[in-house]
């Protein structure tokens, strides 16, 4: 990406993004660590899985926010380009990594199915080929190149919100009833902010660039990335809790007293 | 090695794929700890050991990737030598400490028999043999120093693999049905990815050096890393839980509740 000159506002507004989504990450790892006892043994892996999530995205911000950091420096009250890169490909390589894991969670804690391993291979697979289709668009300079590679790019990708929202949709009937409404609304947060991914990712192609289209990039991508993983990862954890509930499991120092009933 | 001028994108995969490395390294290390205490005791052993692997092995690429931003220099658009050497070394300390490791790990989630001490010493000897005659093939700047430090090297990464292999499949029959699976597939894991090391290692051999051999070589070790730490780690997760699932065992907490029947 070429980095246009940016004014402190919109220098900052993208750095304190950055920063927002470390504090998120973190404080989505130890949540999700602290309470991973009080879920009933069934539902750990989901709620393991959304830390793992929380800790990679958690390092990739960290270097996100000092690439950003030192790609620009401030001259005569502007924020300029210093001539060392920006690197955009952590993105890519965080995605890599969590895209995969965060369809694992959501299929592991609805338990969707027995033998639900076929369906996070295919997943995991769609979810590689998305990523790795989408990059050449995402670091080439003109708008032909990133229109194609967005274009393939968005087939692996609607076929994950697809069977996502088909299988979830499917669960639904065999949920109790107060996990039936956080399913709707896990499978409204999934679209509302997968989403945001192509919107960001097409904002130079629709004439929206220099300043403006790098601000709006990536603060898109960062205010994506925290509502997919540590807002997400909270309501697979607020879907455990009621699942446990559902089951009558208690974490066993909690059995047999009325102020150890309540998982949350 | 001699350090080949890079172009941006040849340097960034590079340095791009050391970062995915410790991305994993350190969500494998997250996950070994935190699923430790759903397999049942026998196995957690091997679980332990994958956590100090991917720990050692995090420390390492976080130095290998800071040895490597601060070998080169951005000039004039290309990636030159800054005149600080690339501490390719790191690779080998981390072997010398993580091989025997992975090798004890294997043993150990296949309690492959009693007395299994006796092969993890052998093998541990034979991993520091392989690593300790490898390296000074690597520093040499000729091919006949690398090619006759290499062939001395393939002979312990020959015994290793045939131990491995042997008795890898000796063990199958006593195994339960879908460990045996796992197993055979861990089998071929692990010469898939340590066939990567001796490839990357004769790349420069083959005429094919330079900028190209660089990235090839680093990109390798890399991917063989991954695949051989973290991936391997996780594939002994699913046979330590598959193998607490044919042995009857539950968490504490899990017992007699039918929610928490199952382990993943």
Redesign the interface.
Known sequence: MDLPVLTPGQFDLVSNGFSLAIAAMGAGFIYF?LV??QV??????AL?VS??VV??AF??YI?IFESWAAAYVLEGGMYVAS???F?D??RY??W??TVPLLLTEAVLVLRLKKGSGGMIARLSIAAVLMIVTGYPGEVATDTATRLIWGTISTIPFLYILYVLWVELGRSLPAQPEKVRVLVRNLRLLLLATWGVYPIAYLAPVFGFDGAGAAVALQTGYTIADVLAKPFFGAMIVWIAFE??RA???Q??DARGSAAGAAAD
Chains 1, 2 share one sequence.
């Open positions: 660590v991973r006892g009933a043994p069934a539902y750990r892996m393991t830390a793992l800790a990679i390092y990739h270097r001539g060392k890169p690197n490909a952590y390589v965080d890599l990594l699942k446990t089951d009558g499991w974490p066993a």
